[in-house]
């Protein structure tokens, strides 16, 4: 089963905003067994939406459109369906119902006749019934193919595609099954790793797709397999990363089904009841917000100290102005001494620390632009490790980040 | 002058990773006035790159490719180029020693058999060269279209389109001028807004054309004007302006050139020589974060205090138990607590506190999921206001880190 998503913005095509919406609508349909085979972002024209509407006719099963369905004028995406669809707009009551009492309820002012607008649909089209948001979702087929129109907003997108979207996909056609396994390599390049699994990637069964997909000091290597037999896609795929680790079992660190880092680790420290704090410098806070970003970090995660001032970390932490003249801010011995404090101060099982440069300039050390320490605590086991992450800014700062959670996960893995 | 972006890679498709390349290249182009007219992922897969290449030629004046350059064998597109050109490859010598000095200099071992394939470049191709990594860009052409292919990796990306491509585009083509200006509006929904000036956009003459960027709590109202005589156009929008601050000058609360508030903020802070720092619960270091993310913040961001736990308000921010105790975590008064302890702590002219409640579930208060407190003092002068920023997590804390800055903004606007 294919589809195809269309984001509607010329906000997307200067480059104002990017589409984040097609990646969370893909995710969702390739999970339930749908291949999105192109992704296409367009102009608020109506001869642009037109042909593209035609463009997929018969050629995917769904085509699923986001954007061009708020209030007011530049949204033409309903009026453009209508002409595709050969149909009119009615008021459906049951939305108008809802309008009303958002707008008159939450935001205590009389509906506008813009508004009342908002509740007309194509007469032909299912509705997707827009709980968090004024503008309805819609459903319509045409020939072979169905045409899914919703919301550009976000949360609003999100709601109409875990709510309405994907179980009447589930419940309308019969898919395929969709396996993936994601391989986490460390500390080898990918035209290395590559050579390395040459035979093995060659003798691959056709129906196995394998990816690269490298990152600053990390290659994830992507099985994707496809088939009707759910058995026997896993079968194949736990084959396959039996023969992977005789090769590379050295540097494979994990397998992920897309979880990033923090969550894995936060699961980690929630069962084993860890807790953890941090003290940062050059990442600014970005470890803890990371870390913060997961539900339920509060069982696991007291706090932070962002010095990103020098004296934030003499004053607040502790750390001697003798240390700091003497080895630099940018320092082991700086890092050593913030992650010791923050872990005393905070009352923490585990802390991380980070001192660096992160660019464009220098600042208040002479430190290569890129150098990193980042200190670890984990009870009374305290180490430091020396970095280089390159340019610019918000590489190293990512890098640094990952690199830290990695560090506490690879070390409570040891134990 | 015309250009489409497309973007290869089936982790795009399946939803793993968010295309942001495609937004980046959009802006730049924009800026000097070429039209982005579609953007489209695709798939690793030879038919689809080829179908897509033929799909553009002579309908568009520029294709900006990325992805599908990196050194392994997923990598298909430069082998797809030389089939689409009726070209071969070539070793490029320049580039192999590049290869070659990053390889061995960087990573400190021989190059392999696949590091030495990414000299190869299609004979025809005008060679970008990309000083950041090992794949080189391409820039091709057949009949009316230009063909530029560009390595997915987003910094090296970057780099090429800086330093090759826009100056080229620059250098070989005449292009119109497209200006732009948004319009910062506050406090009044989308359709009452567009109900207010509705006479106005009615009028708008046809070479300027308006959008509405709705998010939550604001609309941003974007002016594009395009045309030979930037003079005029110039004067077109100002005129415009003037007219809408008439209407809805009120609600108005800036203008920007797509700067985000924290960069906006940061210069004013830089030019006044005021310091700031942040003491953070819910949004567990995202202000600090965001702050932090500009370069040159270390002149005016201090630090910060994230108590994500209680006991670390009590602890390092000398929040006592008793005031918890009696108007709850969640409360105006443990925020103007936190707000002063930090600026006194981090002696800054300004701070900002966050205490509330991000969900899903409710953690160490009674307080409504989605409520949110937020302190700022600017000097003497400290208030709190209350908020509800509904649901999910990641849009309560956004909204949050927003309205944060933006009342330190207004506030420090008002002096």
New interface residues.
Partial sequence: MKASIVTIG???????????N?????????KVGV??????????DKN?ILSTLNEYLNNVDVVIVTGGL?????DITKKTFCEFFDDSLIENTEVLTHVKELIEGF?K?PI????KE?ALVPSKAHVLFNKVGTAPGMWLQKENTVYISLPG?P?EMKYLIENEVIPKIVKDYKRPYIL?KTILTYGV????L??QIEDW?NNLPNFI??????SPGRVRL?L?ARGTNEGVLKNAIDNEVIKLKVLIGDVIVGYDD?EPIEVVLGRMLSEKGLTLA?A?SC???????T???V????SY?????????T??KA??LNVSQELINKHSVVSAEVAEAMVKSVQD???TDIAISTTGNA???K??SDAEIGTVFIGIAIKNNVFVEEFNFGQ????V?DRAVNKALEMVYKEILKK
Same sequence: chains 1, 2.
């Avoid at 797709?209 to 490298?214: C, H, R």
């Avoid at 995660?301 to 001032?309: E, L, M, P, W």
């Fill in positions: 010329d906000e997307i095509l200067i480059g104002q905003i990017v589409d984040t097609s990646a969370f609508i893909a995710k969702q349909l390739d291949s999105v085979v192109e992704m296409k972002s367009i102009s608020d642009d708020g209030p007011t004028k530049d935001y002012r506008t006749q813009i508004n908002q907003v949360y993936h390049g990918e035209s290395l590559a050579e990637e797709k394998l990816a690269y997909l490298p992507r994707s897309d941090t940062e990442t600014g806070g970005k470890i803890a917000q870390i913060a970003s539900s339920g970090a509060s995660f007291k706090g932070s100290v962002v010095s990103y001032a004296e934030v004053k607040v101060l905070l009352k660019g464009p300039l600042g208040d610019p800014r918000e590489k700062v």
